[in-house]
C-alpha cells in the first residue's frame, strides 16, 4: 500500500487517490493544432528507473490533483505537492 | 514409554485445571489448555501423523512452529473441513477433530505408499517433463494417476458458513515477533512514547523464552509490564503473512478458542496495518539434517524437542541420539538428561565446546565427535540410527532422533519488498539486506541467536523506531536476564552425498538424490532447479528446506553458497483464508448498490431491477408486461402513443461555475458553447486528447457564469475527474470551479405527446407553452422546499422534460407526477425501453461509444466542421482515422420478416464467405414497434459498397439479412419533439 501524504488531508492509503500518469510532460496549448507536439504529449513516455513526478488525484478526499514524487525502484514517495502551486 | 509417562505432572505453559477431550483420526485423546494439537499428540504417545506429499511415506512431528513441513492436517468436517494446517500451530481446543492427511485406506496401512517402490515413476522432474514435454500426452495418460495418488489435504466444497472480518489498523511501531528481542524492542520503543503493536503469531507470549525455563522469570517481569503500558497494545494468534509498500503489514488474526461461543465472532480477521516503522524480531529456525530416512517418525529438531520438554511437559521418548552440528543442541541434551532421559550426542564436529562436552559427560551422556547419523531404522517409529565416525558404523538402539544443522533467520517479510537476503559465513545463515531506514530487526532474525544480544538489539532497534515516529522519551534499562547460552552454529554443516532417501524438503518429498539428477540433467540454477524438483513449493514454503538445498546445489557446483542463490520470498509467510481477506464483503455485500432517491417507489411498484454498474435501475415495470420482450415494446408504443416517466437520477451532475465556465466548456466539448444562450441546453460530445470520443450529455446555462452539465451514468466519476485535471494542470488560468451534483438532484424524463400537458398540471407555476419552454428551454422553479429544474430535452425523439428536484423530495415529485398523469395515460418505463427508443432515434451511447470511435465515426464529424481549440482536435485528424475502411455509424433492419438481429454480430457482403472479422459489426439492436421489425445501428466499414449486408451470429449459428439504411429511423425531422 503506498501512503500518500496529501498537503490538503494528511498521509492517506493510494486507494484513495486516482492516478493520473506522468507529470513531467508539457500539455500543448489547447489551440495548438500540432499533431506532432500531441503525439509526443500523449504517446511518448521515458519509463524511468528511479525518481519519478506523476499525478494523483485525491478522489475519495480533497479531490485536488497532486504531483507525487515517487521512486518507480522502491515505491518510496519523496515529496507531495498540490498540482496548482506547482505551476500557478 | 506409556502415554502417561511422556507427560510431566508440573511445569510449563499448561492449564492442567483444563483437561481438553479432542479426536484424531476418530480416536479420542486428551490434552490441556496450552498445548498444540502436536503436543497433546505427543503426550498421548502418537507419533505417526501423516503420510507425505509425493511417496506416501509415513511422517511425524518435526518442529514445534510455522515451519512445519510433515504434521499437517485437516480440521473440522463437513464445510467447515480446513486442510493443511500444522499440528504444531494448532491451539487445541476442547471438541477438536483432527484427521491425518494423504492416507488410505488407513494412515498404518496406505495403498499408495507403494509410490515409494516406484521410486523412478515420480522421481524428480516427473511433473517438469510431463508438463513442458514435447508431447502432452504423456500427461494425459498420468493425470488419473497422479490426481489419485498425490496431492495435499482436501478443501471442502461446501459454502463457508463462518464469518470472517476484515479491518484497517495504525500504529507508530508495529513489533513482529514476542520473544526476547520483540519483548525488548516493544518495551523500549513504548517507554520512548510510541504507540506500540506487538504482534504474535502463537497464542502465548514469548518466542523461544517459553522453552527456557531460566527466562521465565524474565518474560513474566516484561509481559506484565508490556500489558500495564497504556500505549502497548498485544496481538496474539496473529501472524504478519506480507509487507507490502508504505510499512503496511497484512495481518491474520485466529479467533481465541477460549472466548465463548458468541455466535458472531469472527473465526479469522484480517488487518491491514500501517505502521510508521517496524521492529522485526521473528526469531530464528532451526534446520534438520540430511541423512537417510531423516523423514522418520520419531526424528524431530532438537530445539522442537527442547520445546516439548520444557514449554507442554512432554518427554516424546527416553532415548535419545541428538546429532548436531551445532553447539545448542547440548542444550536440549541437558534439558533431557535432566528429565532422566539416556542421551547420545553424535556432533559432525571434530571438536565441540569444551564446557558443554564436559556437562554433557557429567551429566552421563555418551558423545561422538566428527561423527553423523548415516540411517535411521525402523519405518513407524524409530528403533535406531546407525553412527558413522571416523572409526566405522555403528548401531545404536534409540527411540527419537534429535537434528540440528543451523538456524535460518526468519527474514522472510523483510524480503517481501525486494530486499535481498544476504549470506553471512560466520554464522552459515542468510540475514536480511539493507532495510528501508524506518525497519528495523533484532535478535534472530537479524542472525543473533544469543538471548542477551537479541535483548539488547531489540532495546536499541525499540528506541530507533520509536525516533522514526518522533518519540524520543527516556528509556529505562531492561531487567537483567540470566540464562544459559551456546555460540550457536560454529561451523558450517554440509550434507554428505552418497545416502538415499535423505530428504531435504520433507512437505515436497525432494531428496538429496532428486536435487543431484536435477543437476545432472542441468538444472543449475536455485529457481530452475524449484520448477524442477518443486523443492520449497510446498505450504510451508521450503522454511526448512531452502538453505539444505542450496547447500547441496553449492557443493554438487563448486561455489559457494551466496554464489549458488538466494530464494526470495513473497507473501504469504503462512496461507492465508481468502474468505478472511474478503471479510463481509460476500454475498449480498460483494460489492455496494448505489440506489436512486426514487428506488423504493419503484420496487413498491413492481419494477424488475437492473443491475448498471453500481446503480440498480428499472429494467422494466410489470405494469406494461411480466417478461421484459412483451414489458419494453409496450413501454415504447407508451411513450410513443401517450407519455412514460423514467427514472434518470443516474445521470452524472456537475456545477461549473466561474467567469471563464463558458470558454471552459467551449474547450473540453468538441462543439461549441461558447454561444449557448442563458436558459438553453446543448447536447455536447467531449473527445480523449487521443481524438477518440469520451462521453456525451447536455450542459445548460443556468447563468452567465453558471452551468449545470449532465453526463453519462457509465463515466460520470471520469469525466468529473477529467475537469478537475485540466483545472488543476494546463489550465490554472481559466478561472473554474466544479463541482459533482449527482447525488443532490434526483433526476426524471416525462417523455411522449402529452407530456406538457401532465407538465403543466403538476407544476401549474411553470409555463409550458412551446413560446415559454421550447425544445432545448430550461425553467426554473421549487418544489416544496427544493429547488426545481425543468429542461426540455429529448433522448427518445418524442417531445419530453428533465425534471431536477433536490434528492430529498425526488420521490414525493415522482409520485405527484405518477398522480396527476395518470388521467393522461402516463406510465414508469425503464432502461430496456429507453435503450429502444434511442436506437429508433439513431443516437448514439455506451455500444457506439466504446473507446475506439471518432466523432467522424458516429456521422457528427460536421459538429465540428469549423471549430478548433478543442481537446482531441489535433489527434482526430490524423491519418488513420480518415481511412478509406474506417468503420461509420449505420442503421441496419431486418429485411427477413420475423427474424431477429443480434447485438455483436459480424456484418458481411451478401455473398462473401462468412469468416474473419468481417466489415463492421452490429451494435444495438431493438425491436421497433413503429416498423414492426428488428432494427439496429451499427458500424460499417466506409468504403462498402451496396445496401445490403449479412449478420453473423456465430454464437447461434444465424445469419440474417439487413438493409443498410440511415441510424435515424423514425421523424427524421425531429417534428415530434418540437411539438
Ligand atoms: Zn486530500
Not at chain 2, 346 to 363: G, I, S, V, Y
Not at chain 2, 427 to 436: E, K, R, S, T
Not at chain 2, 744 to 773: R, Y
Request: aromatic letters at 8%.
Amino acid at each position: 500500500m503506498l501512503r500518500i501524504d496529501c498537503p490538503c488531508c494528511g498521509v492517506r492509503d493510494h486507494s484513495e487517490f486516482r492516478y493520473g500518469g506522468d507529470a513531467t510532460v508539457e500539455r500543448p496549448a489547447h489551440d495548438n493544432p500540432d499533431l506532432d507536439s500531441w503525439y509526443r504529449y500523449v504517446y511518448v513516455r521515458p519509463n524511468p528507473k528511479g525518481l519519478h513526478r506523476e499525478y494523483w488525484q485525491h478522489v475519495l478526499g480533497c479531490r485536488q490533483w497532486l504531483v507525487v514524487e515517487r521512486d518507480t525502484v522502491t515505491h518510496s514517495i519523496h515529496s507531495v505537492s498540490f498540482s496548482r502551486r506547482q505551476r500557478a | 514409554m506409556t502415554p502417561t509417562e511422556k507427560r510431566f505432572a508440573s511445569g510449563g505453559y499448561l492449564d492442567r485445571s483444563q483437561v481438553l477431550k479432542f479426536t484424531f483420526d476418530g480416536r479420542q485423546y486428551e490434552g490441556f489448555k496450552g498445548d498444540t494439537l502436536a503436543a497433546a499428540l505427543l503426550a498421548n504417545g502418537v507419533s505417526l501423523v501423516g503420510r507425505s506429499f509425493k511417496y506416501h511415506r509415513p511422517r511425524g512431528i518435526l518442529s514445534a512452529g510455522a515451519e512445519e513441513p510433515n504434521a499437517l492436517v485437516t480440521v473440522g468436517t463437513g464445510a467447515r473441513r480446513e486442510p493443511n494446517l500444522p499440528a504444531t500451530m494448532l491451539e487445541l481446543a476442547s471438541g477438536l477433530e483432527a484427521a491425518s492427511q494423504n492416507n488410505w485406506p488407513s494412515l498404518r496401512f496406505d495403498v499408495q505408499s507403494v509410490n515409494s517402490l516406484f521410486g523412478p515413476l515420480l522421481s524428480s522432474g516427473f511433473y517438469y517433463k510431463t508438463f513442458m514435454g514435447p508431447s502432452r500426452r504423456a500427461w494425459m495418460f498420468y493425470e488419473h494417476f497422479i490426481r489419485k495418488a498425490a496431492g495435499l489435504g482436501k478443501a471442502t466444497t461446501l459454502p463457508d458458513p463462518d464469518v470472517y472480518d476484515s479491518r484497517d489498523d495504525f500504529t507508530d511501531v508495529a513489533v513482529v515477533g514476542s520473544g526476547a528481542a520483540g519483548l525488548s524492542a516493544a518495551r523500549a520503543a513504548a517507554q520512548a512514547g510510541a504507540r506500540v503493536l506487538l504482534i504474535e503469531q502463537d497464542f502465548e507470549i514469548g518466542g523461544r523464552l517459553l522453552s527456557e525455563p531460566a527466562g521465565a522469570a524474565w518474560l513474566r517481569a516484561m509481559r506484565t509490564e508490556l500489558e500495564e503500558m497504556a500505549n502497548v497494545r498485544i496481538m496474539r494468534r496473529t501472524t504478519a503473512f506480507g509487507l507490502y509498500d508504505g510499512n503496511t503489514l497484512g495481518l491474520i488474526e485466529d479467533a481465541d478458542p477460549f472466548a465463548g461461543p458468541v455466535m458472531a465472532a469472527a473465526r479469522k480477521t484480517f488487518t491491514l496495518l500501517r505502521a510508521q516503522s517496524i521492529v522485526f524480531a521473528t526469531g530464528a529456525i532451526e534446520r534438520p539434517m540430511v541423512f537417510s530416512n531423516n523423514d522418520r517418525p520419531g526424528v524431530m529438531l532438537n530445539s522442537a524437542i527442547r520445546t516439548y520438554v520444557n514449554r507442554y511437559a512432554v518427554l516424546p521418548d527416553r532415548n535419545v541420539v541428538i546429532a548436531t552440528a551445532d553447539d545448542s543442541a547440548y542444550l536440549t541434551a541437558f534439558d533431557l538428561l535432566a528429565r532422566g532421559a539416556r542421551v547420545t550426542i553424535a556432533d559432525a564436529r571434530p571438536l565441540a565446546e569444551p564446557t558443554l562436552l564436559a556437562k554433557a559427560k557429567q551429566m552421563g551422556a555418551e558423545v561422538h565427535l566428527a561423527t553423523n547419523v548415516a540411517d535411521v531404522k525402523g519405518k513407524y517409529t524409530v528403533t535406531g540410527v546407525v553412527l558413522a565416525g571416523k572409526s566405522g558404523t555403528a548401531g545404536v538402539s534409540c527411540d527419537l532422533v534429535g537434528m540440528s544443522a543451523g538456524w535460518s533467520p526468519v527474514l522472510h517479510l523483510t524480503s517481501h519488498q525486494g530486499v535481498k537476503p544476504v549470506y553471512r559465513p560466520e554464522i552459515d545463515a542468510f540475514v536480511p539486506g539493507q532495510l528501508p531506514e524506518t525497519q528495523f530487526v533484532a535478535g534472530g532474525a537479524g542472525g543473533s541467536l544469543s538471548i542477551s544480544a537479541a535483548v539488547a538489539e531489540g532495546a536499541s532497534a525499540g528506541r530507533a523506531a520509536a525516533a522514526v515516529a518522533g518519540k524520543v522519551g527516556v528509556v529505562a534499562e531492561a531487567p537483567a536476564l540470566e540464562i544459559e547460552e551456546t555460540a550457536g552454529a560454529t561451523t558450517v554443516y554440509k550434507p554428505i552425498f552418497g545416502q538415499r532417501k535423505a530428504f531435504v524438503d520433507f512437505q515436497m518429498d525432494v531428496t538429496l538424490d532428486d536435487i543431484q539428477l536435477a543437476h545432472r540433467e542441468g538444472y543449475e540454477s536455485v529457481e530452475h532447479l524449484k520448477r524442477y524438483t518443486t523443492l520449497g513449493m510446498g505450504t510451508d514454503q521450503g522454511k526448512t528446506s531452502n538453505i539444505n538445498a542450496l547447500k547441496v546445489m553449492a557443493k554438487l557446483r563448486g561455489i559457494s553458497i551466496p554464489e549458488a542463490g538466494t530464494t526470495t520470498f513473497r507473501p504469504p509467510y503462512t496461507p492465508v483464508p481468502i474468505g478472511a481477506v474478503a471479510g463481509r464483503a460476500t454475498g449480498h455485500h460483494f460489492r455496494p448498490y448505489r440506489l436512486t432517491p426514487i428506488h423504493d417507489w419503484h420496487t413498491a411498484n413492481r419494477a424488475q431491477m437492473l443491475e448498471v454498474g453500481l446503480w440498480m435501475r428499472p429494467w422494466f415495470f410489470e405494469a406494461c408486461g411480466t417478461d421484459v420482450n412483451t414489458a419494453y415494446v409496450n413501454e415504447m408504443r407508451l411513450v410513443r402513443s401517450t407519455a412514460g416517466i423514467m427514472d434518470i437520477s443516474t445521470l452524472g451532475k456537475i456545477d461549473i461555475q466561474g467567469p471563464d465556465a463558458a470558454a471552459f466548456l467551449d474547450r473540453v466539448y468538441a462543439n461549441g458553447f461558447a454561444s449557448l444562450k442563458v436558459g438553453r441546453a446543448r447536447y455536447g460530445v467531449m473527445l480523449r486528447d487521443d481524438g477518440i470520443v469520451f462521453d456525451d450529455g447536455t450542459t445548460t446555462r443556468l447563468g452567465e457564469n453558471r452551468f449545470f452539465m449532465t453526463t453519462s451514468t457509465a463515466k460520470a466519476a471520469d469525466v468529473l475527474s477529467w475537469l478537475e485535471f485540466l483545472l488543476d494542470t494546463a489550465w490554472q488560468d481559466l478561472r473554474v470551479s466544479v463541482s459533482s451534483v449527482s447525488d443532490e438532484w434526483a433526476g426524471m424524463s416525462v417523455a411522449g405527446p402529452q407530456s406538457a400537458k401532465i407538465l403543466a398540471a403538476a407544476f401549474p407555476d411553470i409555463d409550458f407553452s412551446n413560446e415559454a419552454l421550447p425544445h432545448m428551454g430550461l425553467a426554473e422553479g421549487a418544489f416544496k422546499d427544493s429547488p426545481l429544474r425543468i429542461i426540455r430535452l429529448s433522448y427518445s425523439g418524442e417531445c419530453a422534460y428533465e425534471i431536477y428536484v433536490g434528492a430529498s423530495n425526488g420521490e414525493n415529485a415522482w409520485r405527484d407526477l405518477i398522480d396527476v398523469g395518470a388521467a393522461y395515460g402516463l406510465k414508469p418505463y425503464g432502461v430496456e425501453a429507453l435503450g429502444a427508443l434511442r436506437i429508433e432515434k439513431g443516437h448514439v451511447a455506451g455500444p457506439e461509444i466504446d473507446g475506439r470511435t471518432t466523432l467522424s465515426d458516429l456521422g457528427m464529424g460536421r459538429m465540428v466542421a469549423k471549430r478548433s481549440g478543442y481537446v482531441g482536435e489535433a489527434l482526430s485528424h490524423r491519418e488513420a482515422f480518415q481511412a478509406a475502411n474506417r468503420q461509420r455509424l449505420v442503421g441496419l433492419k431486418s429485411i427477413e420478416p420475423g427474424k431477429r438481429l443480434r447485438g455483436g454480430a459480424l456484418l458481411f457482403a451478401p455473398g462473401e464467405p462468412l469468416q474473419g472479422h468481417g466489415r463492421g459489426r452490429m451494435t444495438s439492436i431493438t425491436y421497433s414497434p413503429e416498423l414492426d421489425c428488428y432494427i439496429g445501428l451499427g458500424l460499417l466499414a466506409a468504403d462498402f459498397k451496396g445496401d445490403e449486408v449479412v449478420a453473423s451470429y456465430p454464437m447461434k449459428n444465424e445469419v440474417v439479412r439487413a438493409r443498410v439504411v440511415s441510424p435515424v429511423f423514425l421523424d427524421p425531422a425531429g417534428e415530434r419533439m418540437h411539438g
